[in-house]
C-alpha cells in the first residue's frame, strides 16, 4: 500500500521561509514524477512544482520560480519543498503527489496524495 506522509507547514510572516516535507512508502520515488501542489477554499488544487523523473527536469509554476525548490532524497524516498520569501498568496493546504507522469495528469489522475499541510502567511 502507498502511502504519503507530510510533515512541515505552519504560521509564517510574509518574506518567511518554510520547508515540507514528503516521505513515501509502498513506492520507490525513483521511477515516479513528484511533485506539490496546492490548494485554497473554492478552488482547483494547482500544480506548484514537479521533479519529472521521465523528462529529467524540474518545473515551477510562474508565481513561486525563484523563491520555492523542489527537491527529492531517492535513498530517503522523500521530496521537500522549500520556500522563501513567502507572501500571503502562497497560503493554501500543500500536498504532496507521485504519479508516472505529473506533467501530463490530471487531478483526477493522480491516485496517491499526502495528507495535506496548512502554510498560512500573515501580513
Known amino acids: 500500500q502507498v502511502q504519503l506522509v507530510q510533515s512541515g507547514g505552519g504560521l509564517v510572516h510574509t518574506g518567511g521561509s518554510l520547508t515540507l516535507s514528503c516521505v513515501a512508502s509502498?513506492?520507490?520515488?525513483?521511477?515516479?514524477?513528484v511533485g506539490w501542489y496546492r490548494q485554497i477554499p473554492g478552488k482547483q488544487r494547482e500544480l506548484v512544482a514537479v521533479i519529472s523523473a521521465r523528462q529529467n527536469k524540474t518545473i515551477y509554476i510562474d508565481s513561486v520560480k525563484g523563491r520555492f525548490t523542489i527537491d527529492r532524497d531517492i535513498d530517503r524516498n522523500s521530496v521537500y519543498l522549500q520556500m522563501h520569501s513567502l507572501k500571503p498568496e502562497d497560503t493554501a493546504v500543500y500536498y504532496c503527489?507521485?504519479?508516472?507522469?505529473?506533467?501530463?495528469?490530471?487531478?483526477?489522475?493522480?491516485?496517491?496524495w499526502g495528507q495535506g499541510t496548512q502554510v498560512i502567511v500573515s501580513t
Open positions: 503527489a507521485i504519479h508516472v507522469d505529473l506533467l501530463l495528469a490530471k487531478i483526477s489522475d493522480i491516485d496517491y
Open positions: 509502498g513506492r520507490n520515488f525513483r521511477y515516479y514524477d
